[in-house]
């Protein structure tokens, strides 16, 4: 007898033929939690990212058949302070500038320190017009690319939180 909870069956105890029903709501199960995994705002990729490195540094690699739609940074484990790390792009491009551009890291000068990066939702209004939202096709390398790095060594942590969907 099939249940409301997706499909699946209820078994009683004694019932031939059981392994078959299962095998059918094991598929079931998969499919729904493949379903959420692409769905869902997850973490994509995490690096760990020089400060004073000029070139681009990848984050994230989006996997064959797949497109990635980031949605948020988070900056974390700051070896040492990041002053003087006043300009970083991010993005998929090839100077890591078309998803958000001249972000300053600078405040972040104690280990402790940590932040989170959006994409603006919208421009300046009024009216308000939301910004449009890259969807990055499979093989593209997202990352950072500093273009003024820390006065100092320093390394951080670069978190990726996004999701992915079927080309």
């Known amino acids: 007898m099939a249940t409301d909870n997706y499909g699946l069956h209820t078994i009683d105890y004694g019932v031939t033929g059981w392994d078959a029903i299962m095998t059918t709501d094991m598929e079931i199960i998969d499919q729904a939690m493949y379903d959420n995994k692409e769905l869902t705002v997850r973490l994509l990729g995490l690096s760990t990212i020089n400060g004073q490195t000029t070139t681009k540094q990848t984050i994230f690699t989006v996997p064959s058949s797949k497109i990635m739609i980031p949605h948020m940074i988070k900056i ?5 302070t990041l002053a003087g790390l ?3 792009d991010f993005g998929g491009d090839a100077s890591a500038g078309d998803w958000i551009q001249q972000v300053t890291l600078a ?3 104690g280990t402790t320190h940590q932040t989170v990066i959006l994409q603006p939702e919208q421009a300046a209004g009024p009216p308000i017009v939301p910004v449009q939202k890259i969807a990055y096709a499979a093989a593209i390398a997202f ?5 003024t790095g820390s006065t100092g060594a320093a390394t951080f942590t670069a ?3 996004g999701h992915l969907a079927d080309a």
């Open 76 to 80: 974390y484990t700051v070896s040492a």
């Open 86 to 88: 006043v300009d970083a």
């Open 107 to 109: 405040g972040l000068t």
């Open 143 to 147: 990352g950072i690319k500093i273009n």
């Open 159 to 161: 978190a990726l939180f």
